[in-house]
């Protein structure tokens, strides 16, 4: 079965450009998570979704990043207009909704922001 | 506030010795708690969970943790470690909501 896709695996941009970021979770997972890892900083969960609907976006940074689900098996992250410091490594993971329910994540897009 | 505190950031060991990797957590309700691992350029796996019952948990790979409620732990250990488990380990919790919190993480590097 396929894992969690993310896409791009890397991307390089220079500041003030638009990054969108992809997720294709696993079929039949109901629940998206986009996490964000830096050195500094460790795993930050930015937002989650069950169900296509946002739950809790509490640890998205600012207004410049946004995320959508539109349907069960994509989900984007769009930073606009991008800065330096926005250069992570970003996961997306996607459970079966439940309580301890095993997160499995992509294998991440690093985001380089010049 | 929910949070995990990795004490170690780095543990270096010796092939075959054994390893302790520190977990502690703070939180006001009950909580699930887990081990993730991360091989490098890849995402995060799990390695084991504590949902109830048994305080002692087990991986498929000979990595142990154990849940402490009194001390607010739960450490990883391993008897003997092999070369192939140098990785970055991460600790996270889970309660009140689907949202896990992890810790920092520790990289353990086995050498030689």
């Known amino acids: 079965d396929a894992g969690v896709i993310q896409s791009p695996r890397h991307e390089v941009t220079e500041m003030g450009q638009e990054v969108t970021l992809r997720c294709k979770p696993i079929?039949?997972?109901?629940?998206l998570f986009w996490y964000r890892q830096t050195m500094m900083r460790g795993l930050e969960l930015l937002i989650y979704f069950n169900n296509n609907v946002p739950i809790d976006d509490s640890g998205m940074p600012e207004d410049r990043f946004s995320a959508k689900m539109p349907n069960a098996s994509f989900s984007t992250l769009k930073i606009q207009p991008s800065e330096p410091r926005d250069s992570a490594v970003y996961f997306c993971?996607?459970?079966?909704?439940?309580?301890?329910?095993?997160?499995?994540f992509g294998e991440g897009s690093r985001l380089t922001v010049l | 506030a929910q949070s995990v505190t990795q004490l170690d950031s780095q543990v270096p060991v010796f092939e075959e010795a054994p390893v302790e990797l520190r977990c502690n957590y703070s939180s006001s309700v009950s909580v699930y708690l887990f081990w993730y691992v991360q091989y490098p350029n890849q995402g995060l796996q799990l390695l084991l969970k504590y949902l109830s019952g048994s305080t002692l948990v087990e991986s498929i790979n000979g990595f142990e943790a154990e849940f402490n409620k009194s001390q607010t732990s739960f450490h990883l250990r391993k008897p003997s470690v092999h070369i192939s488990d140098t990785a970055e380990y991460f600790c996270a919790l889970q309660g009140g909501s689907e949202k896990l919190v992890f810790g920092k993480g520790t990289k353990l590097t086995v050498n030689p």
């Open positions: 993971a996607s459970s079966q909704r439940g309580p301890a329910g095993e997160l499995f």
């Open positions: 079929s039949g997972h109901n629940s």
